[in-house]
């Protein structure tokens, strides 16, 4: 662009004569220089040399024509000797530059009176024209023209050498010729029309946008650096496509970049900004020297200030939006990244267009591109990136597409916002979909200039941000760096912690939202994955897009690999999957930072969780109707869950509400878990500690809920079924089904002896640890659930979900149930039983029981071994009671002791199937079986192992009363009537029987008086059924039967035969409780005679005259054959005489 600033020669006599004096005024050169701009060629009044000079200078230049002797000084000039006077020092007066400087850098345009002015552009004009002084520029910058190849070709005579110098002054090394360019430099822009070429290219366009008048009087000329702003306002309102934009020609938008990119190293020479900042400066950058820019960014630092005038403020972002346009409008941009520019070719790019080359966001993600691939980018260049991507952060209008695409946002939802980045986040809210619905193309803008901000790689560019965390970062994250990348995901740790405060959690989220849906803009994730993602997601470079594979995709490719086994290959490395576990943890905490799962699931987000506003709460709602959505979201959800179930570490905040809980029962397991599920594991194990909080516990429960849904949610079981649930149970997917299916499959092949278990032996292993922890909760079991809500909200209300307590009470509420409930509680008693593992309140309850007495026990066996241990004094009491609740339950049916089940297979369809033909599949026969076997005990007609049984229940029934279903049904009134106080007793010794028996003649109701004669029945045929005289007589027992083998009346018989013995002195207690017995049963008998020949026998047989009464049979027997001998023997003879006749 050599043409569009050709400055005139005679220019450089001013900077040489500004710069030398007074110091070097002696020097012949610059006497040389001093005399020619004394007396310059045609003197001020030699305008007319100019084309439209004449026309411009009018009076002010005519009557200074003839001033033109040699010593000619601007002080003598009447027109400007009063503002001279009052403006200027005295000591500046005999230098025409000095005091050209004085009253041209004047503020106020009414400072200066017109004539005054019009002499001044005169003046300047006649210097720019004059060429007699290229030779001058030639003599002080001798040693500089040969190392600027550009000027040294410059041909000589023709004015463009100083230009050529004004173009590079940024390479002059040599100081007084830096001085001289300089100090020309700010009297040509000074003024627009001295800039060489400038009025052709731009006259139209000034006349266009009324950018002020170009003939003398109709505006001040001597401020004519207004004109150059308005037309640079008028190229940012065309670049923002404002309404009403005036389109600017090609050729004048070039002239006016170029006049801001040379007035970009001295604040001084953009004369509007100059004359709108002027105060500021001294308030704000007092100190700061100008040239270099450094005013300039020192005055952008200050940009937001209250103190900064408003007028300053507006120039300052018009240069800003300059900048951005192109970066080489900032002097110290373009310097310090001149060098890594040419290095990285960020101005070769065949890709981008030339236009496009230059701008500021190009240059930007260019060098950033740079950095993240871990190329040296100079320290100077990085700090001059750094200040203007803060720039970009804090002021949203120097982003020419958000201005444009977002204006509707801005005015709606957005205003007022306007300092320290508040807009942009406002913004970044809406883009979020906290303040309503965003335009598709303001969503890419803001995605666009957080990509070239980048402030992911340093928190301070978001100064909102960064002014917002200060106090988090100062106690949460001080132990990291300052500037460091990981403050991001420090303060992401933090979320939704005490250390949190409000405004950090809301500018935070805003900009993790953009920073979600671009892999690249966190800067350790792209450190550590880029040669992954190169390999795996077939990535491009940083600052490269890819329509095959945009950004937001390829963290979800990444993910996909994170998780692979070794057999499915192809995996990503160590550190950067510890880098997606990261995003990971921090996505889990809020569904808009997964912009997968916010775009297939907006719809059902609004319909089922559009009430969830806390933090977490909005996926827990998209699993819990995980059902209902659609198929889209379902699969990201799933697949989320999935991932969650292996690695539950993902769900931040759960871990942060169970950290006592890990701290004290999984730290082993959290510090040395690999991807396998075990921390969960050991958190549903733990769920009822004491350290348990209700948020873990309520977090840990939701978990399991949503397990329940799909056997792959739950990793540890997926891993260990997966091949058995697709050879065993295709087509199912809930887990509870799962579950089901393989241990039916398990359970069939058990009871058949089947050679070889169809169950692998790891997912049986697994299988068993998913259904205790399914028997922890009702509601991990739906179909159970879903059977018995109405019951539950019925009757157990109050009770709360957990350790299996509302199963436990709805068993104790079984009669009261629902059919449906009902039968689902009898099948889970029935599973329960034959397996005592999953009966999660014994388990529970008994738990240190079972390592003191049953630690050689099988699973199965393990209530068995409680049953037999009960009376011990070893015994804990809590635990005691459980095992009565489930002998209680045992003695209801049959069907729930599979111990009396397998022993009497026989013995129950022999004797009790009227019984078994009247029963349903699914509900209780309420003892009825098990009291039609007690009666055959008595008669002494079951097998041995039947019987063995049966003795256990009776014996352990006639301690407890409540242990015999029959008698507590048809009894339960006499009980509160006849003993009140031995039924509130906490230990149950047999007294409530007993009392039943004694008050057997004060029982109304026959069906009771039938439960208690059967007892009394049931005692004859053994004496360990009979808890209180067996008590009163053991010691008779050991005296006088020892010899005898206990069951069937044996010791019983031998004890009568005692009493009747009067050799035998039995002790008192024993002698009275058997008298008693013997006045019961001879009641008995009158009360409930023999049903048939069999009872006749059995009551016989167990009568206590057993002898008597034989001895008296067999008399009559024997009397009776003797009678029919002797009757043969006469029936014979009587025969053989009628034959004989």
Sequence with gaps: ??????????????????????????????????????????????????????????????????????????????????????LCPKHSWNNNLAVLECLQDKKEETEIAAECNHLLWNYKLNLTTDPKFESVAMEVC????????????????????????????????????????????????????????????????????????????????????????????????????????????????????????????????????????????????????????????????????????????????????????DYKVSYSLAKACKSDLRKYRCSADANVPRARESRLSYLLLCLESAVHRGRVVSGECQGEMMDYRRMLMEDFSLSPEIVLHCRSEIEGQCSGLHRKGRTLHCLMRVGRGDMGSIDPNCQRALQTLIQEADPGADYR???????????????????????????????????????????????????????????????????????????????????????????????????????????????????????????????????????????????????????????????????????????????????????????????????????????????????????????MECLVQNKHQKEMN???????????????KDFRFSYKFKTACKEDVLKLCPNIKKKVDVVICLSTTVRNDTLQDAKEQRVSVKCRKQLRVEEVEMSEDIRLEPELYDSCKQDINRLCQNVAFGNAQVIECLKENKRQLTQRCHQRIFKLQEVEMVDPELDYQLMRVCKHMIRRFCTESEGKNVLQCLKQNKNSELMDPKC?????????????????????????????????????????????????????????????RLSTDCEDQIRV???????????????????????????????????????????????????????CKKEVLNMLKESKADIFVDPVLHTACALDIKHQCAAIPPGKGRQMSCLMEALQDKRVRLQPECKKRLQDRIEMWGYAAKVAPAEGFSDLAM??????????????????????????????????????ELKDR
Aim: proline fraction near 3%; include cysteine.
């Design 1 to 86: 662009m050599a043409d569009c600033i050709r400055v005139p020669v005679l220019l450089l006599l001013m900077c040489i004569l500004s710069s030398v004096h007074p110091i070097r005024g002696e020097n012949n050169i610059v006497a040389k220089l001093a005399a020619n701009a004394q007396n310059p060629a045609g003197g001020p009044g030699a305008a007319v040399a100019n084309p439209g000079a004449a026309d411009r200078n009018l009076g002010a230049g005519a009557s200074l024509t003839r001033r033109r002797s040699a010593g000619w000084k601007l002080a003598e000039e009447a027109v400007c000797r009063e503002d001279l006077t009052r």
């Design 142 to 325: 001798k040693t500089t023209i040969p190392e600027i190849k550009e000027c040294a070709a410059e041909e000589p005579g023709k004015g463009y050498l100083v230009s050529c110098l004004v173009d590079h002054r940024g390479n002059i090394s040599d100081y007084q010729c830096n001085q001289y360019i300089t100090k020309m430099t700010t009297i040509v822009f000074s003024d627009f029309r001295l800039i060489c070429g400038f009025m052709e290219k731009c006259r139209s366009d000034i006349n266009n946008l009324h950018c002020g008048s170009i003939s003398t009087g109709e505006k001040d000329l001597h401020s004519q650096g207004e004109v150059i702003a308005c037309l640079e306002k008028g190229l940012v309102r065309e670049a923002e496509e404002q309404p009403g934009a005036q389109p600017i020609k090609e050729e004048c938008k070039k002239s006016i970049m170029r006049i801001a990119e040379l007035s970009s190293d001295d604040f001084h020479l953009d004369r509007y900004l100059y004359f709108s900042c002027r105060e500021d400066r001294e308030r704000f950058c007092e100190n700061t020297l100008a040239g270099e820019g450094r005013v300039y960014k020192c005055l952008f630092n200050h940009k937001f200030e209250e103190a900064m005038s408003e007028r300053c403020r507006e120039a300052l972002t018009t240069r800003q939006k300059l900048i951005a346009q």
């Design 461 to 679: 560019i978001d100064r909102a941000l960064n002014e917002a965390c200060e106090s988090v970062i100062q106690t949460a994250c001080k132990h990291i760096r300052n500037g460091d990348p990981m403050i991001l995901s420090c303060l992401m740790e933090h979320l939704y912690t005490e250390k949190m405060v409000e405004d950090c959690e809301h500018r935070l989220l805003e900009l993790q939202y953009f920073i979600a849906r671009d892999w690249k803009l966190d800067p350790i994730l792209y450190k550590k994955c880029q040669g992954d993602a190169a390999r795996l997601c077939h990535t491009h470079g940083w600052n490269e897009t890819n329509e095959m594979m945009p950004p937001g995709a390829i963290f979800s490719c990444l993910y996909r690999h994170a998780y692979r086994s070794v057999e499915q290959g192809r995996r990503l490395s160590r550190d950067c999957k510890v880098e997606v576990q990261r995003i990971l943890h921090q996505r889990a905490q809020d569904v808009k930072l997964d912009p997968e799962l916010q775009r297939r699931c907006m719809t059902d987000l609004g319909k089922w969780c559009s009430e969830k506003t806390e933090a977490g709460q909005e996926l827990e709602c998209l699993q819990d109707h995980l059902e209902d959505l659609v198929s889209d979201c379902r699969d990201v959800v799933g697949n989320l869950t999935e991932l969650e179930s292996e690695d539950i570490q993902i769900e931040a905040l759960l871990m942060r509400a169970c950290e006592p809980v890990i701290q004290t029962h999984c730290h082993e397991v959290a510090d040395n878990q690999i991807d396998t599920g075990d921390l």
């Design 694 to 708: 209700e948020k873990c516990a309520v977090g840990v429960t939701h978990f399991q809920l949503i397990q329940v």
């Design 880 to 940: 005691k009671q459980m095992i009565t609740k489930r002998q209680i339950t045992q003695n209801t049916d049959f069907r729930l002791n599979p111990v009396l089940r397998k022993a009497c297979k026989a013995d129950i369809p022999k004797f009790c199937k009227p019984i078994l033909d009247k029963a349903t599949a699914d509900s209780e026969l309420e003892g009825q079986v098990i009291s039609c076997l007690k009666l055959k005990y008595a008669d002494q």
């Design 953 to 1007: 229940i009776l014996q352990e029934s006639a301690l407890d009363y409540r242990l015999d279903p029959q008698l507590q049904i048809h009894c339960t009134q006499e009980i509160s009537r006849l003993c009140p106080e031995e039924a509130a007793a906490q230990e149950q010794t047999g007294q409530v029987e007993e009392c039943l028996k004694i008050n057997l003649l004060k029982i109304k109701q026959e069906a």
């Design 1099 to 1136: 009551q016989v047989m167990t009568s206590p005259s057993k002898n008597y009464i034989l001895t008296v049979i067999g008399a009559g027997v024997l009397l009776l054959f003797l009678i029919g001998l002797l009757c043969g023997r006469f029936t014979k003879r009587v025969t053989q």
